[in-house]
């Protein structure tokens, strides 16, 4: 699996495989050469699992922070909220 494939995978695709090769260090079996070339893929899905980890939080802050910039203000009231909330009961 090359670099550039290893970039494209999602999330959850890349811990999928991560695991997967975990599993195959572990148990052992593999000649030395092709232990090592696991490895290093292993290292390259776990880097970018990482990176994809940081990206989503930093996505996380930016919305608890209210830097959301797609939202729409509702037609009706002019609010740029998400959610209705009718003030009278809260």
Request: proline share 2%.
């Amino acid at each position: 699996m090359s670099k550039v494939k290893v970039d494209s995978l999602s999330f959850e695709e890349a811990l999928a495989k991560l695991e997967e090769l975990v599993e195959q260090i572990d148990a052992g079996d593999l000649p030395l050469a092709e232990a090592l070339e696991t490895f290093k893929l292993a290292t390259e899905l776990s880097r970018h699992c990482e990176k994809l980890l940081r990206e989503a939080e930093a996505a996380i802050e930016q919305i608890d922070a209210g830097d959301v910039l797609d939202e729409k203000p509702d037609e009706d009231t002019g609010s740029g909220s998400l959610f209705d909330v009718d003030e009278s009961e809260a």
